[in-house]
Every structure is written in structure tokens, then in C-alpha cells.
């Protein structure tokens, strides 16, 4: 009798450790993943060490898994970087009106949270006539009736795509390197969260997904690369990208098509005939921090002055 | 096997065993790391959006309170160079706790980098081949490096010592020696990596000059001897660990020159940047005089200012360091003013204003403080539960179970024995005696079992005459000293002074004499032991 009560006893303690364990592992792995593909995620190796079997099978389960939370189909491309491709973004200062349509665009094109909001551009208001333009004297949150405003002019900000990106350095696993097309790209299944590249960063460009990122299912972009605009989780960090979906496919970025005035310019830095090549070659422009020696492919300029 | 069983328990249960201070002591840290675990656990489920980090800000408490406990951990060394390299005894005996000190502070740092990492399930992809170690290019990767090393290092060495002396045995310097002088330039590289891990990235002005690796040494070199003075003092208090006056002496003068270096150094920073009056002059200003009205770090940077000062001074002076109060003063001076320099002062003045001008201010969550303090706690367990047991180790009262203690009577008995039986003639056995070389012979029965001893002196008593004729039986000394012999070689020398002889006779289990030990049988014995 009293060894069996002993025996019960240890049974109910065992099973009560077991689902503390269990309880725990539910707990540190993320809910939304199907238990199935759990350890598949788990050990899921980095997208350049993979072949492309192992590619595969990773891009048919991460699909099974997005259709299963945004209850849509969601196609994931691996599309390589073009050969003879260097891509060069240009920002015309002198055009921005400081409307944020690019903002927009960019958060609906490349599926970021809307809760906690994540912006990949950043567009910065200064003062006119100011001695000097100081990026502490900008202000990010603007918010005026109508754009643009008489006595401030407007820059927008986003990843710089580096050629000597520190934020690819810095990385402890890997997780972001810069492709052949001068993306510098991230494997969303691979960052740890460390945050060093956003500590490297010079141009603030790198987000962080502080909480699970939030995006209603109509509002996704079905259409995503493995490395750009699929749906992020928590605790990885996340950037512009060029719009790696639509830019390796031949077309712009979504910020380019979406900018009312024309402001922003996109190009092939390798092809002489190119509208980046003509621009460098006929304006006046400057990249951002230029004493950093980090050689952003991101040129600013002004097409004409006022 | 046996062996590491055996010792494992011996171990667990002195860990687990002690008074009601101790479990007292034991129960308050395991409630604040439950509190710091649940906290975490809310952590993992919601993300680090609990914690104040923003993207402005992407790193705060916990990058902090890493970079201040790489400076504790790597101050172990201010203690092991003249400990072993100049032999100045006083400090020589403390160093395994400072040792033991810097295990529990880079666990800590450890668990710090843990809590601090969005995807903590994902570690494995920093180590180098099963992951994608980023090496030589990144200075994370590098500190992965040099930080696991060093607890390694110092695990070895800390843990050899105790076993030999848990064993009772000294330790061999040619076996650690190499480690503990590869420990001395690894101490230092553990601050000098930590330090260019910030040092290293020019998109934050406030990290990116050269002073600071000596900087990190110099406050490193304050903080963590300071926090093993108020240790000793607390050891010395509880246990009865002699810990020498002149070591804590030594140690309180060498934080002086530590603190004297650590303010010049500071000094030439301010000096250049609010001189030089450049736009990277921006963080230090917001450190120490507030930017465009946002000033919450202000007071706290003064406050660790003067702590710091007033500490150099209470350092400085003997008739000060060599005074318990205003040396223990000038201890917690110096660990909370450095704490706050080399914590939140050097990681919040890195992101404000951040790359793009703007200003976020951040003071850590009280989830983030209560992630914190039970890590801090989980560091003072750790630290317990190795006092706990390396003080007894270390002042002889633990031994461990070894193989010295598997010798029995058996393996270091003379096995040169006279045996007689009852009626042998007393001049038959002194022949017997003297043919040998022995002092005395055992008289045996008819089934070989051991009834007495017949000595020479037994022998000589008798008057020459008188000997013919008388028996053993009749002379001998009964009953004789004797031992099993699966008696331990430990119990040997206690059970001959106990009964005053020089030999004692070692019987198998059937009582039949096998051979004998003597008093010089077991000093050789222990000898050899020793020499393994």
C-alpha cells in the first residue's frame, strides 16, 4: 500500500516536470511555427551553406508556414544577383517634398509590422537658413498639415548598401553579406538578435523586431524573396534591401515608382549608359558620412538649385 | 569511475548541507531568480519590446552590466601576478577565491549576453564550425572567444588546485604554471576585445577613440579587486580562512594607482573632446551636462564622479586604505562610481543622440532591472556554492575520496614473516629470528590463526639457562597487535600510536598472519604517494 502511494507519488511528480519542460520549450519557441517543421527551423543551416535541394524543401516548409498564419499563399523567390550588376540608388534633394509616399510604399511593398510600426525609410526635416545642417537639428516626426513647408527642406534616409558595410563586419554569425549586385542582404533564419550591425550601422538604416512583427493577412505582399520582403519574426533585425523581389526581376523599387516628384533614381552603377552613371557623372553629389570610408552606393544630389 | 562518483556526491551533499544562515542566504538569491526568470520567461514570450531598447537605443542594462562584470572577471589577474609570478605569500593564498570570483562574473556576463539576444535559441550558429562564426571580421565573434577561454582557463586552474589540495596533495606547478601565465595576457585581452568591440565602430564617436581599452583596464583594475576586498573581508569573517591584513592592504594600494591612472585617463578624453569642441563631442556632452534639455544620465555621471574621486583619495593615503571603515567606504565607492561610468555611461552616451541626430533617452524597464538582478543573483549562487565548497577543501576539513585513500595494509605490509607454533623451543626461535633478520616471530595454531608474538627482547628476558626447554607458548606476549588487511593506509598511523608499538601484524580474513607494517612501512608508503 504505502509503496504504492510512493510509486504515484513519483509518477506525479515526473509528469509534473514534464509539462514544466514542456510548458518552457512552448514557451521559448516561437507559437507560430507548426510543431512538425520545429526542429526543421531549429536547425535549419545558413541559406549560403545550403544547396539547392535543402533550399527547396526550406522554401516549401517556410511557405507552409506562412500560409498557415496569414491563411493566404505566400510564394518565396531566390532570385540571384544578375552578373555585370551593381546597383546605385540617387536621391534628389532638391525634388524632396518631404511627403513620406515612399515610406508608405515601402512598408506595404516589403510587409513591414504595422505593430510596433517599422519604417525602413527615415525622412528628416531641416530648417532652412540654418548656419550649418546638422543631422541633431533634423526632426524625424514632422507632421505638418501639408508638405511641402516653406521654410524647411527634406532628406530622405534609408540602408546606403555600403561596399565596406560595417554592419556586414560587425555580424558574429554571418547572418548579413553584401551579394554581388551590392545588396547587403539578410537570413532572417539565421540572425540571433545581437543588434551589434545596428550599433555598427552609421546611417541608422537597421530595424529591430522588438515584439512579433503585426501585419494583417490582406495586407501582405504575396510576392517576397528569401532575403527581402518575406514576413520577419521576433527578435531578428530587418532593412531596405532595393527591393530585392522586384530589383533582381528587372524592375524599380517600390520607393522609386511610389515618389510623386521624381526625386528618387535607380540604376546599374556597372552600365556607362545608366541614369545613376549620368547623374554621378553630370550633378553635383555627395554620400552621407563620406569620412566613414564605408562607400555608400546611395548618392545624394540636387538636379537644380533654389 | 567510482572515484568521480564518489566525489561528485561528496561535493553535492557539502554544497547542500549547511546552517541557517547558509540555506537563508541560499533561498533569498533562488527567490530573486525565480523573480528574474519569470521576468525573463515574460521576456521570450512578448520580446525585447518589454525592455526600453528601441532601435535609437539598441543596446542598455544589460550591455552594461556585461561590459562592468568583463571588467571584474578580468581583474582576477591583478591578483594572480604577484601571487605566483612574485611569490608575495599574503596575496598567494587568497587568489583561488579571486579565481573563483571571475568563474562567477564572466557566467554572468554569460547570461547577460543571453538574455540580451532577440533569438537565444539560435546561439549555436556563433560557434565556428557546426555554426557560422564570423571570424577574424567581427569583434563579437572574437569576444565569444577570448570570454569562453577564459573561463576555461580559469576553471582549470581554480578546480586543479582544489583537487590536489582536496586530495591532499600541493599543486604542481608545472602543470598549471603555463595556464596561470596564459591567464595574465588573456585577462587583458578579455577587457582589450570588450573594449574594441565598441571601440572598433566609427559610426559612434562617443566608443570610437583609442583610450578606451586602457580606459576599460585602468576602471577594471578598481572595480574588481574592491569587490574581492569587501569578499575577503566576509570570508574571512564566516569561515576560518586567514586571510592576511598586509594582502588587503597591498590589494587597497594597488586600486589607488588603478583609479589614479583610470581618472588621468578620463581627464585626456574630456580634455580632447570638449576642448577639440567637435560635433563628437555630442555624447559626452549629453553624459555630463544634458542635450537640448534631455539630462537624465547627468546626476548619475556627477555622482560617480565624485564617488570616484573620493575613493582615489581614501585609497591613496595608508592611514586611510589601512583603516577598515573608510577602506571599505572607499571599496563601495569605487564599485558603484565605476559600475555607473563603465556601465549605463559608456553604453547610453553610444546611441545618444544616435547616427541620425535624434535623441531617444532610455532608463531600463523594471522588467529589464528585475532580468538583471537575477542574474546578479544567479552569479552570487554560483559564487556560494564554490566557497562552499573550496573553503573547507582549502582549509583541510573537505578531503576528497582518491586512490592515495584506496591504499590498504595489504599493499604496503612486509610480507617477510616467522611463523612458529606453540611448542616450538624458545632457542629454535631465536635461530629462526636471527636467520632472518626479524625482531620478533608470530605463534600460530594448529590452523595457521595468530595467537601471540615472541619478540627478541621476549627472548633476551629470559636468563640464558632458563631458555632451554620453555616454549614459545610460554614466552610469548598475547594478545598480539594486530590489523586487517583492507585497513586504509590513513587509519594505519593513528592505530600504532594508539597502541604505542612499532609493528603491528596484518591478518587475512581467517586470522591468519599474511605479513607486517611498521611505522617505517607507512611513512615510505605516504612518501610515495606524495611523489605521484
Known sequence: ?306 | MVQIITNFFIALRQIAVGDKKYYAWVSFLSFLILLGASAYIGQLNRGLIITAMRDQVSWGFYISNFTFLVGVAAAAVLLVIPAYLYHFKPIKEIVLFGELLAISAITMCILFIMVDMGQPLRVWHILPAIGAMNFPASLLAWDVVVLNGYLAINSIIAFYVLYRLSIGKDYKMSVIGPLIILSIPWAVSIHTVTAFLYNGLSARPFWNASILAPRFLASAFCSGPAIMLLLFQIIRKLSEVEIDNKAIFKIAELIAYAMGINLFLLGAEIFKEFYSGSIHAEPMKYLYFGLHGHNKLVPWTWFATILNISAFFLFLFPKTRENFTTLNMACAFVITGVYIEKGMGLIIPGFIPDTLGEIYEYTPTMQEIIIAVGIWASGALLYTFLLKLAIPVYTGKLRFFSKAQMVTALDIMSRRLVTVLPDTPADEVARLLMAKHLSDAAVVDQNNKLIGTVSETDIISLEVGQSTGKKASEIMSSPAVTITEDRKIQELGKILAHVKASSMYVLNRDGQPVGSVSSGDILKALENIRKE
Not at chain 1, 24 to 31: K, Q, R
Not at chain 1, 73 to 78: Q, S, V, Y
Not at chain 1, 225 to 249: A, D, I
Not at chain 1, 276 to 286: A, E, N, P, Q
Open chain 1, 1 to 306: 500500500m504505502q509503496h504504492d502511494e510512493k510509486e504515484n507519488n513519483i509518477l506525479t511528480r515526473r509528469t509534473l516536470l514534464k509539462g514544466a519542460a514542456l510548458g518552457l520549450a512552448g514557451i521559448t519557441i516561437p507559437l507560430d511555427r507548426a510543431n512538425a517543421s520545429l526542429w526543421e527551423s531549429f536547425f535549419q543551416k545558413h541559406f549560403r551553406e545550403m544547396n539547392e535541394a535543402e533550399i527547396k524543401k526550406v522554401i516549401g516548409r517556410l511557405e507552409r508556414e506562412y500560409e498557415e498564419k496569414y491563411k493566404k499563399t505566400i510564394t518565396i523567390g531566390i532570385e540571384k544577383p544578375l552578373p555585370g550588376v551593381l546597383f546605385g540608388y540617387g536621391l534628389d534633394l532638391s525634388r524632396c517634398i518631404g511627403c513620406r509616399r515612399c515610406v508608405y510604399a515601402c512598408v506595404d511593398e516589403n510587409n513591414q509590422s504595422l505593430d510596433p510600426q517599422i519604417h525602413w525609410i527615415t525622412v528628416l526635416r531641416f530648417k532652412k537658413g540654418e548656419k550649418w545642417v546638422s543631422l541633431e537639428e533634423s526632426e524625424k516626426y514632422y507632421n505638418p498639415e501639408t508638405v511641402p513647408q516653406e521654410d524647411y527642406f527634406y532628406m530622405p534616409v534609408q540602408c546606403q548598401q555600403c561596399e565596406n558595410p560595417p554592419c556586414v563586419r560587425s555580424c558574429p554569425t554571418q547572418a548579413t553579406w553584401k551579394d554581388p549586385d551590392g545588396i547587403v542582404v539578410i537570413d532572417y533564419n539565421w540572425c540571433i538578435g545581437c543588434r551589434y550591425c545596428m550599433a555598427a550601422c552609421p546611417y541608422g538604416a537597421r530595424r529591430f523586431n522588438w515584439a512579433a512583427p503585426n501585419r494583417p493577412s490582406e495586407k501582405i505582399n504575396p510576392k517576397t524573396h528569401y532575403l527581402g520582403n518575406r514576413p520577419r519574426y521576433k527578435g531578428v533585425v530587418e532593412k531596405c534591401t532595393f527591393c530585392v523581389q522586384r530589383t533582381r526581376n528587372g524592375r524599380y523599387p517600390a520607393c522609386v515608382e511610389a515618389c510623386p516628384v521624381g526625386a528618387r533614381k535607380f540604376g546599374n552603377l556597372l552600365d556607362p549608359e545608366s541614369e545613376m552613371r549620368y547623374l554621378i557623372k553630370h550633378k553635383r553629389v555627395f554620400r552621407l558620412k563620406e569620412d566613414l570610408n564605408t562607400n555608400p552606393k546611395f548618392y545624394y544630389f540636387f538636379a537644380y538649385g533654389n
